[in-house]
């Protein structure tokens, strides 16, 4: 996924945030100070691994359904998981798979000291919310891409699965959050990104977005610097 200098903004991002989840890493995250009676039962690695800028779980109420955008560690689904309560839901998307496991590997743990379990995650883009690649990355186990014709077939199922076995599907969100996520999504992408929010959201949704913006244009060597 380049842009249109050629630097693969996917992989900078990959690279960065698995080595987040291999080690903490305060260069990644901005202070946020979140209730401390909904981190009582959230394991503190983590806790450490959090790299988010603020806190958009106070938007959000019991029996919600919650989609977080680049869950990471899951920190923030953990947090969703006690607002919205045994009634809500909770579903974290994430593209990176050692932050999917990181957040995974606390699910069960997590859900006996609550008593409940209301949290997923899932992989995918978040531009892209129709498109499960935890369900490719099977297909591709057993189909492996040596040839065009092999890409032709890929392509074929991702569009079967889009389709019928979307990763979220249409108007199922009551609120979609995300921490500090959406500025890595790249320019040319975003507009389908906020496309894909507004087709997942419920009518009368609504979007709660923690991010870091500019107030001026980023000079092109500070955009193009992975």
Known sequence: MTGPSGMNVESAV?????AGAD????????VV?????YLEVIPQ???????????????????????????????????LSQKVGREGRVIGVDMNVDMLALARKYRKEIGERLGYAN?????????DLRLNLDLVDAWL???????AADLTALEAYSAEISANAPLVEDESIDVIV?????????????????????????????AVISDIVSDESVPEAMQQDP
């Open 33 to 37: 100070d979140y209730e401390p009676k």
């Open 45 to 79: 690695e983590l806790i450490e691994k959090d790299y988010g800028c603020g806190d958009p779980t106070v938007y959000c109420r019991t029996g919600q359904t919650v989609l977080d955008l680049g869950c990471g560690g899951g920190k923030v689904c953990y947090i």
């Open 119 to 127: 949290v997923e995650f899932r992989k995918g883009r978040i531009q």
């Open 141 to 147: 186990g057993e189909h492996p891409v040596r040839s």
């Open 14 to 18: 990959r690279d960065r945030y698995s």
């Open 178 to 206: 995300s921490n500090c996520v959406l500025n890595r999504v790249r320019p040319d992408q975003k507009a389908a990104m906020f496309a894909e929010m507004y087709r997942a959201l419920r009518n009368g949704g609504r």
């Open 23 to 30: 080690s903490a890493d305060a260069t990644l995250c901005c």
